[in-house]
């Protein structure tokens, strides 16, 4: 994971980077920045490249990268598939001699449709004159932009500042960009080439964006690196379930008479392969058994899932840590009657009696099935080190790391959702909390796990979400289906930019299995109805062939737990203000 930042200016006066950005950016890639300016006189602009890396394996290969002709990259990706990378090269390398080969912009969009892996890339081509820049097929890197007043300069940037003068847009990832400066320097106004994938959505909107750019949309030659989407609906037999109850045994009932052990298997598989990519060849830990990969979690079925796979991949001596995180649940007095709508409204009433009589403010939701969880990991590979960090935050330590950091990473985003959803990854993230050993023992532990393994987009492509049974419910498969497609259409608007900045401001990477291309590919070819069975009941039916997959795997209770929202499982909702609504503007997110 790395910070990478242009500057482009019309002009030769130096560009200049703000000094929050600046810093925000060296947090991500904490082991080597450096800055390097490029400038014509004919045509007339400047550059400034800035980029700090982290370093995650081999030997450290510094950027901004230039070739033999000057052309320059910032590269902060990972080539997991796609491009050849042999074990003792660089991949940032890799990319950069294929690119200089290119004599011609279908040959640049060749490259970059081939690599499988996260990435986002600013590509300075000196005797071109042009700019090119974009984020991978889902977006899971994180790129933002924006425009000088004058409309003579931008600005490309992993991270921006809340309070800095520049108002920043995320790059849309619907495609490869790419600006020619001489001919900006010949007109008025900045013509931006866009080189879109192949299967997005083609009646995408530039909303928010000045109205001397435009943005001129080419659909040829940007390949596509996942399978498109099975739309067929065609009625199937539904799944029989007798009990209104959901319970293991109906679901290794399922697994046994459904026919559907062969796509489990390749499920598991192909998301196996997925976590190992993820989980192999890191950095080296100055203590050998000191863990190298953490993940977020909840105990829910899709990080249950993630622990149950590193661990076959991980060597056996090296511990594993477990990101937990809890808000502090409020004085039972002050939540009274600030009852929440939905089927979890019993469920938390009873969390909340429990909570009070054991007067542990910490026992959230995700807390206690986070727990369960470590016990089925522990029957299931007692042998391996499961480091469960309880990370515990107040209301006091939210409010302060709120705003002297994360509301800057959850910029440009602005919503209540984006304020819990940042806070809690934030805090899990950074990884510093009590683990307990024996009995009544506990310890302050702080991971030191580069690669953060998060369950993102098991939910969008498994219609995990509530909202996926009301849309079953109103318009049948044929409207859930859309719906999962539009979800994966907009996830990287959603989620992923955001989560990668937040998750990287701790310099650690943020790998996502659910979304490498084979695993996308695969559940894409599969019919919705393999998917998931919403005429099954919650802990069932939504993410059903996941939790196929998790019994096959041998997991226990967790298999069947119903989806809770981290907003809500790590109780952050709770902390603020109950009658907000997730979509509603976040005025805690503005700086002061
Ligand atoms: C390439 O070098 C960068 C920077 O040192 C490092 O973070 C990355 O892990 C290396 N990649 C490979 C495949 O060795
Ligand atoms: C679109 O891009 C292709 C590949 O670079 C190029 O050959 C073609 O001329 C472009 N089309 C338009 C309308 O600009
Ligand atoms: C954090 O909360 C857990 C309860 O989930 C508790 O066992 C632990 O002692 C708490 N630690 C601190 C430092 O408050
Ligand atoms: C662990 O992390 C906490 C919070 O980030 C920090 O205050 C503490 O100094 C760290 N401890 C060690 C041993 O690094
Ligand atoms: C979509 O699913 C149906 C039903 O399993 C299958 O017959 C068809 O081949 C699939 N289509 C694609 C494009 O994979």
């Not at 080539?79 to 279908?106: H, I, M």
């Not at 042998?383 to 935050?393: A, D, L």
């Not at 795997?553 to 790590?570: D, I």
């Amino acid at each position: 994971m790395c910070g990478i930042c242009c500057v482009v200016s019309l002009s030769l006066s130096r560009c200049s980077l703000h000094d929050h950005v600046y810093e925000t950016l060296h947090r991500r890639g904490p082991d080597r920045s450096r800055d390097v300016t490029a400038s014509s006189s004919n045509p007339e602009y400047s550059c400034l490249f800035s980029a700090h890396v982290l370093h995650m394996r081999g030997s450290p290969t510094p950027q901004p990268l230039q070739d033999d002709h000057g052309n320059l990259l910032l590269w902060n990706g990972e080539v997991f598939g796609g491009l050849a990378v042999e074990p003792e090269e660089n991949d940032t390398q890799v990319v950069l001699s294929r690119l200089s080969a290119c004599k011609s912009p279908s040959a640049v969009l060749s490259v970059l449709g081939q690599v499988k892996g996260p990435w986002a890339i600013i590509y300075y081509q000196k005797e071109e004159h042009c700019v090119w820049f974009g984020r991978d097929f889902f977006g899971r890197r994180s790129l933002l932009w924006s425009w000088g007043a004058d409309e003579r300069s931008f600005t490309l940037t992993s991270v921006s500042s809340h309070s800095s003068d520049l108002r920043c847009l995320e790059v849309p990832a619907v495609g490869v960009y790419r600006v020619d400066l001489k001919s900006w320097t010949e007109r008025e106004s900045l013509k931006v080439d866009v080189y879109s994938w192949e299967l997005t959505d083609s009646d995408f909107t530039w909303e928010g964006f000045p109205s001397s750019v435009s943005f001129v949309l080419n659909h040829s030659g940007l390949s596509s690196p996942v399978l498109p989407m099975n739309m067929s609906v065609t009625e199937v037999e539904p799944n029989s379930c007798n009990s209104s109850h959901t319970s293991l045994d109906d679901l290794k009932e399922l697994l046994k008479s459904t026919g559907k052990r062969e796509t489990v298997r390749r499920l598991i598989d192909v998301l196996g392969e997925a976590v190992r990519r993820r989980v192999q060849h890191l950095p080296h830990q100055s203590h050998p058994h000191q863990a190298q990969v953490a993940i977020l979690f909840s105990g829910g079925i899709d990080s249950m899932i993630l622990a149950v796979l590193a661990d076959r991949y991980i060597p056996p001596d090296r511990s594993i840590d477990l990101l937990n995180v809890a808000f502090k649940l409020q004085e039972p007095k002050k939540n009274r009657g600030s009852g929440k709508k939905g089927q979890n409204n019993k469920k938390e009433r009873e969390t909340h009696a429990v909570t009070t009589s054991l007067q542990t403010h910490f026992d959230v939701p995700d807390r206690i099935t986070g727990r369960d969880g470590l016990r089925e990991l522990t029957a299931l590979s007692p042998g391996r080190k499961w480091n469960f960090v309880e990370i515990n935050v107040t209301q006091e330590e939210l409010k302060e790391m709120r705003m002297k950091n994360i509301c800057h990473l959850v910029y440009p985003l602005d919503t209540v959702l984006d304020d819990s959803i940042g806070c809690a990854v934030w805090f899990a993230a950074r990884g510093s909390g009590l683990v307990s050993e024996g009995e009544a023992a506990q310890r302050q532990h702080n991971s030191t796990a580069k690669v953060v393994l998060t369950g993102i987009g098991a939910d969008e492509q498994l219609a995990g979400y509530s909202r996926h049974r009301v849309r079953f419910k109103t318009s049948g498969l044929q409207g859930l289906v859309k719906e999962l497609a539009m979800e994966l259409g907009r996830i990287s608007s959603r989620n992923l930019g955001r989560d990668d900045r937040i998750i990287a401001d701790h310099g650690k990477e943020a790998r996502f299995p659910y979304l490498d291309e084979d695993v996308v590919s695969f559940l894409n070819t599969l019919p919705v109805w393999e998917k998931a069975d919403l005429s099954l009941p919650r802990g069932l039916g939504e993410k059903l062939l996941l939790r196929l997959a998790a019994a096959e795997l041998g997991l226990g209770p967790s298999a069947v737990l119903p989806k809770r929202a981290m907003q809500f499982g790590s109780r952050i909702a709770k902390l603020e203000n109950s009658r907000e609504k997730a979509s509603e503007k976040c005025s805690r997110l503005i700086a002061s």
